[in-house]
């Protein structure tokens, strides 16, 4: 069942990116995985390896092919959890594995598909680790569990907060299904999750220093991955309030909103339902053991913490949308404790468990509707860009002079800019990577959008030996005639 809800739901949310091609930004390149050891993703260089040497050829960026392994992926990850906390109900489980793949966070990475399979491959690898650790005490599979999280951490650092989460969530569980509050039980429990969180990311270091070691590479200071979760005391705590504040009121018009649109009217709903499901929850304890509720609140204290982790991992301000799939786990928490509350016979139960079940459909339509606004956005702007880098290749080869080995100069190759160009002020609204801005004209990618897309890769030479001289300062900026011209055998393109 949850295999075939989230096929379904994916066809929904995504069909448009898995029977398209949408390649721009980081895709543009098209053969490639993406950076691995030298950003400490040694996961997804052995995932690099092993892919080419399974298919016994480099990378390609196949919609299909990678949207239908990611699609399953994200079905196990599903499976697994539900099995985990034991969710039976029907109507839940498909309102759950719906959000799993119809989640911003898939749709931002839907955009590189390029390496969306091998991040959800370790997504999976990193639950399923969990999993084990949680359930498990024989040894062995405990530390097979510590193994596939530092795995999944290998592959992409944003999966820590699923594991955190994850771990969090079980031990909630755990102590739900007492009758009397034991502290020796607690503190065991709560030790066992604080040494799984701290051995998983110990074996990622260590695992992450031999890679490094034996690729004689070092660690690149991209998005702060050579220093990721060192700040100041006073950092720290800013950073802790911003997770509390973005799980209660998520920054909207930024790449890390997950709730755009009216989406955040439904979220807000769902929080306050599992507010009041926890109090409820919380009230039923304290009549049977005091101790019992208080173990509880302090678990409860920590989740929105836990599920916001990537802002306290890194500075708040570089976090965007393929950074968030860590938030996926509250509503994880949600289908639970409703599962739990559908059990009971009390009508207060009922309602929240059926107002519960309503509303997940309703974010999974809206989620549905807003990846495919995304890739409308992705197929006009590809478009766009076709036609603008069209002219400009149809122009350049038009300039009296230019031959196949004319070297080409761009001056100021990112500040292009051409007052007949449409603008679509509706699409303002999309703020998720990488689909946010207006136009792809001026990507760093832009020559490789212009080779792949529009057939013109010719011979180029820098522009600084260019920029300064008289004769192109007194050029105009492209598409103004003379914004094209031919100087000493090389042909200068002024924008």
Known sequence: MIIVSTFLWGLFAHGMMLFNKYSFHDDAGLFTIGQTYNVGRWMLGIFDTCSKWLFGSGH??????????????????????????QIRNRRLIIGLSGLMIVFPAVTSSFGYMFT??????????????GCLSCKYNKWYLYL??????????????????????????????????????????FFWLAGKSICSCIGFMLLYLGLNQAALKVTGMRLSNYQGINQMGMTSAGGYLKRILTAYKEFFIPTDKISANMYPFSTDIVYHVLVVIAGVATLYLLYFYYKKDRSLCFQTVLLAICFPLAVNFIFFMCDPAQVDSMMTYGEVMFFVYL?????MFFASKERICQVLTYMGVILLMTLNVMFSRFANVCYLKAEFMQAQAISYFTALSTQIKSTEGFTAETPVVYVNEFEKYDYTMANIPEFKEIYLIPYA????VNSYSWKITMKM????????????????LPEVLEMPSYPVAGSIRMLDDVLVVKF
């Open 144 to 185: 097979t569990g510590l193994f596939l999280m530092a795995c999944a951490v290998g592959v992409y650092q944003a999966n820590i907060p699923m594991h955190v989460s994850l771990i969090l969530l079980y031990m909630v569980k755990k102590v739900s299904e007492k009758d009397h509050a034991e502290w020796k039980d």
């Open 437 to 440: 801005g207006s136009r792809i």
């Open 60 to 85: 390609y960026s196949t919609p299909l092919f990678h949207g239908i392994v990611t699609i399953l992926c994200v079905a196990g990850c599903s499976i697994l959890l539900v099995d985990l906390f």
């Open 116 to 129: 969306t399979p091998y991040y959800f491959i370790g997504t999976l690898m990193g639950v399923w680790g």
């Open 453 to 468: 897309w529009c057939n013109f890769d010719p011979v180029s030479e820098d522009a600084a030996a260019y920029s300064e």
């Open 335 to 339: 289908v639970w404790i409703l599962d």
